[in-house]
């Protein structure tokens, strides 16, 4: 029985052994390949482009506004190609929450405008630039101009009922 198992670990012993040489020499010759195959720049470059790939497609900004411009290197576009047609900007932008009163927006009527037109277009255009209650900053769209966004004020002001 001793016999048996000294052969058992004799044999045991260099299959393990030629095991572990096998690995080494696989490792050694995929590095070797991968080299010749890629060039040692290739891991860099790789890298770089996983880098390209997984970058944020945007970034907050917790800075002011003034700042914002320099920056970034883009540059906002005024919507609508700057048209000042208060009844389109109206249908595009502000008549999703002021025809139904979503979050509280008054529709076009004048009772629920009566408070507010006492503050006049300009008082007016200062909310919207400013964002109140749940409307957002500009109504959200930033990419408004100041005109535009007294062309739709004077365009509901002008069609209450």
Known sequence: ???????????????????IVLTIILIVAGSMT???LL???ALSQDRS??????????????GDASNLMEETAVAITVAFDGSLDGKMIYDAV????HATGAAGAP???TAAWADRLSLGTDGLLTSVINGKGAMPP???RPDLSDEQLKAA??????NLK
């Open 138 to 140: 500009r109504a959200g």
């Open 94 to 97: 502000c008549m999703a929450c």
């Open 1 to 19: 029985m001793k016999d048996q198992d000294s052969i058992f670990f004799k044999n045991f012993s260099i299959m393990l052994i030629a095991l």
């Open 49 to 62: 482009a996983v880098a390209e790939t997984i970058k944020p497609v945007a970034q907050v900004n917790t």
């Open 153 to 158: 004020i004077e365009f509901m002001t002008n």
């Open 107 to 109: 529709k076009l009527e």
């Open 34 to 36: 991968h080299e010749k």
């Open 39 to 41: 060039g040692r720049d």
